[in-house]
């Protein structure tokens, strides 16, 4: 990838980085507004357990098939904000 890291370090970077970052927001927006704790408990549950399945699949799939299936879930993702913002 563009800084030399591999696919499995760029992508566990990234991903905490985003970690870090909707934290910091849920921190930040929780002194206005009323937090839904059981869905949001709900959905953290459902992320370590994607979390722990893939972590498990990338230690078993080629680094060269993880860019392509990275790559692919960036253009799904893209398409379907673009998709909601239009």
Do not use: H, Y
């Not at 990275?70 to 904000?81: D, M």
């Amino acid at each position: 990838m563009a800084a030399g890291l591999s696919v499995r370090m760029s992508g566990g970077t990234s991903l905490a980085i985003i970690a870090l970052n909707s934290a910091s927001g849920l921190v930040g927006q929780a002194r206005f507004v009323r937090v839904d704790w059981g869905l949001l408990i709900l959905f953290l549950a459902l992320a370590c357990g994607g979390m722990l399945a893939g972590l498990a699949v990338a230690d078993r799939v080629p680094e060269k098939n993880l860019r392509r299936i990275f790559a692919g879930a960036l253009i799904a993702l893209a398409i379907f904000v673009i998709a909601m913002n239009v």
